[in-house]
């Protein structure tokens, strides 16, 4: 056992701290869509895509030449987004602009920077 472990030292179950806090727990399926939500957080390229989508509304090819990587890397990952819906898109001619779906987007990022960044 690590020494710096912390194991509750007492044997009795608080029962109605328990009961009180089961009824307020979110249901199974919506705690696992959340962790789902996080899982596409969790990736570096996603990451800067939301950034650059937070100041303007970018087409695959200005994404691809921000990032500097291949525009099939950058359609993979905006295919994930879109699943998770992070981003949204709109055709103009044969032109594909994408953008955060929602400001609800930008919370969360704003959000993690501020936990990030506390100290």
Known sequence: MEKDSI???CNIIHE???NELRKKMPEE???Y???ELFKVFGDGTRI???CAL???EMCVCDIAALLEMKQSAISHQLRVLKQARLVK?????????YSLDDNHVMN???QGFNHINHK
Request: overall charge neutral.
């Open 108 to 110: 969360v990022f704003d």
């Open 29 to 31: 399926e919506k705690l």
């Open 89 to 97: 898109y709109r055709k103009d001619g044969k032109m594909v602009y």
């Open 16 to 18: 109605d701290v328990v």
């Open 48 to 50: 800067k895509i939301l």
């Open 54 to 56: 937070m100041h303007s």
């Open 33 to 35: 869509d959340l962790a």
């Open 7 to 9: 194991i509750c030292g």
